[in-house]
């Protein structure tokens, strides 16, 4: 063993600040690494230690990887010692942290619980079993986050064996009838720590009181531990539940192993978690609001046209303009002097017409055809409409009515009318026109 005192380099890149523990297997320190600028930890071989035990718990770090697991940093030798260089968790151990008689929270309980699982599901996975877990093997970060440390005696897949057939190695307070029976550790024998640290968080008590030895721990365990609701009838029904069958005496009547129990602490219920629930009705929240918004501008704008429209209808009944015609049909220019060709009752159409006006190159149509009236300007009136109904003048006769046809002997003839002529006023200095014949 060697001597070491506070301040003391080891390797050229560890300052030594402060011893945490000592113990006949080994002694830790607090140091600082000098080359990356951490605070970590050291261990140290002990008067009663086995160098070949720290070498496997660094191969052990070397191959777990998880965030409840201890990280190993470094190995080296000072003196002919090995030392074990990892992370420094200032929180102590679980069994600093645990009072006599004294249980836990339940919502720290379910925690630690939930992680300790999780961390021997990840090991179990890869073909590591502790074999020595207890609470004084479980560091504490700063928040109190637990990780699992102490891998000089697991027993590794692949690995050699530490210790012959029938060898006991562990706590007995923790350790499983089998394990203390000499036989092979299993996942199952980890599983049963657990159940007894378990059992501990929630009663505040071991689950076999004060018996010592492993004479009176054989004993008491085929007895079984007291039930969980005697001692505290208002633990939590699942944490207690999963205890008392991780401390069953048969190893086949336990979980399998650190999945089992990580499974057997995630709820079972399909329905969805607190945050993603109110995560989803907020969303249904949002798509209601939006689709209520669509519909109200929906609704506006359909009004908003509404109004449009019967404002634009009631400018045009208003004014009384005309309705232009629809864009297909070509409007025909028709000056306002330019008189209607009427035809009598009873005579052929006609083709040649007077007008009086600029001549129109478009197609004579017979009167009895609709015309489209010319847009009147808003500047000049509107000549007043001609129509065939109109009498005709003084001096000529009458045309017979319609219903009857003319006579046989009397010839059928053609006559053209013209239609008086609209009298527009003289402008202001010019002399009047003569009156119509």
Same mark, same amino acid.
């Given at each position: ?15 030594l600040r402060?011893? *945490? ?12 690494? *000098?080359?990356?600028g ?15 035990? &720290? ?15 201890c ?6 030798e000072?003196?002919?010692?090995p ?6 968790l200032?929180?102590?151990? *679980?069994?600093?942290? #645990?009072?006599p ?11 630690l619980?939930v ?6 599901a ?10 020595? &877990?207890?609470?004084?093997?479980? #560091? ?6 637990p ?6 005696? !697991? ?45 501990? *968080? ?16 054989? !004993? ?5 531990a ?20 991780? &401390? ?23 329905a #969805? ?7 989803l ?8 609001? &939006? ?8 609704? #506006? ?21 005309p ?56 500047a ?19 045309? @017979? ?5 003319p006579a ?26 003569? @009156?119509?014949?």
């Open positions: 063993m060697v001597s070491l005192a506070d301040g003391d380099r080891v390797g050229d890149r560890y300052r402060k011893r *945490l523990a000592t113990g006949p297997m080994a002694t830790v320190w607090e140091a600082d690494d *000098l080359e990356l951490r605070r970590v930890a050291i261990k140290f071989v002990g008067p009663a230690g086995d160098a070949a035990r &720290l070498r496997r718990e660094a191969q052990a770090g070397a191959t777990l990887d998880h965030p409840n697991i990280r190993v940093f470094d190995v080296g000072l003196s002919g010692s030392y074990l260089v990892t992370e420094f200032p929180g102590g151990t *679980l069994e600093q942290r #645990l009072r008689g004294e249980r836990l929270p339940d919502d720290e309980t379910r925690s619980a992680q300790l699982a999780s961390a021997l990840h090991a179990h996975a890869i073909g590591v079993i502790h074999r020595d &877990l207890k609470p004084t093997n479980v #560091l504490l970060d700063a928040d109190g986050a990780r699992l440390a102490d891998f000089g005696i !697991a027993s590794l897949r692949g690995a050699e064996r530490l210790t012959e057939d029938g060898t006991v190695l562990g706590t007995a307070a923790y350790m499983a009838p089998e394990q203390a029976g000499g036989e092979v550790a299993t996942p199952r024998s980890d599983v049963y720590a657990f159940g007894a640290i378990l059992y501990r *968080l929630l009663t505040g008590r071991p689950p076999f009181g004060d018996a010592r030895g492993l004479a009176a721990l054989s !004993a008491a365990r085929k007895d079984g007291p039930v969980v609701a005697e001692l505290r009838p208002d633990a939590p029904g699942d944490l207690a539940a999963l205890a008392e069958s991780a &401390l069953a005496f048969e190893s086949s009547a336990r979980p399998a192993d650190g999945q089992a129990l990580a499974d057997a602490l995630t709820p079972r219920s399909t #969805l978690p607190a945050r993603d629930a109110e995560t009705v907020a969303a249904r929240h949002r798509h209601a609001r &939006l689709k209520a918004a669509i519909i109200t501008a929906t609704v #506006l704008a359909l009004a908003t046209t509404g109004f449009v429209l019967a404002g634009i209808a009631e400018r045009g009944s208003a004014t009384d303009e309705v232009p015609p629809p864009r297909s049909q070509p409007r025909r220019h028709q000056p306002a002097s330019v008189p209607l060709e009427v035809t009598a009752p009873g005579a052929a159409e006609r083709t040649d017409h007077t007008r009086t006006g600029p001549t129109d190159t478009t197609e004579s149509t017979p009167a009895s055809a609709t015309a489209t009236p010319p847009t009147p300007s808003p000049t009136p509107q000549a007043p409409r001609v129509r065939e109904t109109e009498p005709p003048a003084a001096s000529e006769p009458a045309p @017979p009515p319609a219903s009857e046809p046989a002997s009397t010839p059928t003839t053609t006559e053209t009318m013209t239609p008086p002529t609209e009298t527009v006023p003289p402008a202001p200095g010019e002399p009047a026109p003569p @009156p119509p014949p």
